[in-house]
T-cell receptor, first 114, second 115 residues
Framework: KNQVEQSPQSLIILEGKNCTLQ??????????LRWYKQDTGRGPVSLTI?????NTKSNGRYTATLDADTKQSSLHITASQLSDSASYIC?????????????FGRGTQLTVWP | EADIYQTPRYLVIGTGKKITLECSQT?????MYWYQQDPGMELHLIHY???????EKGDLSSESTVSRIRTEHFPLTLESARPSHTSQYLC??????????????FGEGSRLTVL
């Protein structure tokens, strides 16, 4: 069964600290992995997209890694800011069809305290 | 910045009412999607469209219906709302297939509460 599991479910850190969010998946055949940031009451916004051949991708203070062999990804946030408080969602796409389909994790709720 | 818009952002209605959630995008995307999201849960696909006059049901069974008469417009309708329909509804679009690295853009969502 194709699944995406994220950990931790929630995380509280102090402003300025770093943190790492985890994503494990069983989606096969794998096509790409996406990380989204979703502010409360808003729609998700894309942070990174990685294909099978990419093992790291950065977007400002966000760095995503991918290990396609172990089917794991992480999102590292550097020097956290209050505005980083949000849900971070891991999404994996398969390539069972040319148009693909997405499998969503439940997200990690990050709270950054001053 | 994504050019995809949803209205209304918030809606509180009584049981039995008919509602339509609007979704429009100005990016010329063929592929559009409706997702349902409950607090702390993953997004579930309820409808999708790959072009004008093309609509399909998603993975999550839904009593809602959709139409795609124009490329830019993908409204979702509930003929008779019930409290079980209370949820956040997210519209999304992409110009490329999701098996590639096509960016999927989301609207801001419509929060529906049925009393």
């Amino acid at each position: 069964k194709n699944q995406v599991e994220q950990s931790p479910q929630s995380l509280i850190i102090l402003e300025g600290k770093n943190c790492t969010l985890q994503c494990n998946y069983t989606v096969s055949p794998f096509s790409n992995l996406r990380w989204y940031k979703q502010d409360t009451g808003r729609g998700p916004v894309s942070l990174t997209i990685m294909t099978f051949s990419e093992n790291t991708k950065s977007n400002g203070r966000y760095t995503a890694t991918l290990d396609a062999d172990t089917k794991q990804s992480s999102l590292h946030i550097t020097a956290s800011q209050l505005s980083d408080s949000a849900s971070y969602i891991c999404v994996v796409s398969d390539r069972g069809s040319t148009l693909g389909r997405l499998y969503f994790g439940r997200g990690t709720q990050l709270t950054v305290w001053p | 910045e994504a050019d995809i818009y949803q209205t209304p952002r918030y809606l509180v209605i009584g049981t039995g009412k008919k509602i339509t959630l609007e979704c429009s995008q100005t990016m010329g995307h063929d592929k559009m999607y409706w997702y349902q999201q409950d607090p702390g849960m993953e997004l579930h696909l309820i409808h999708y469209s790959y072009g004008v006059n093309s609509t399909e049901k998603g993975d999550l069974s839904s009593e809602s219906t959709v139409s795609r008469i124009r490329t830019e417009h993908f409204p979702l309708t509930l003929e008779s709302a019930r409290p079980s329909h209370t949820s956040q509804y997210l519209c999304a679009s992409t110009g490329l297939g999701l098996a590639g690295t096509g960016e999927l853009f989301f609207g801001e969502g419509s929060r529906l509460t049925v009393l």
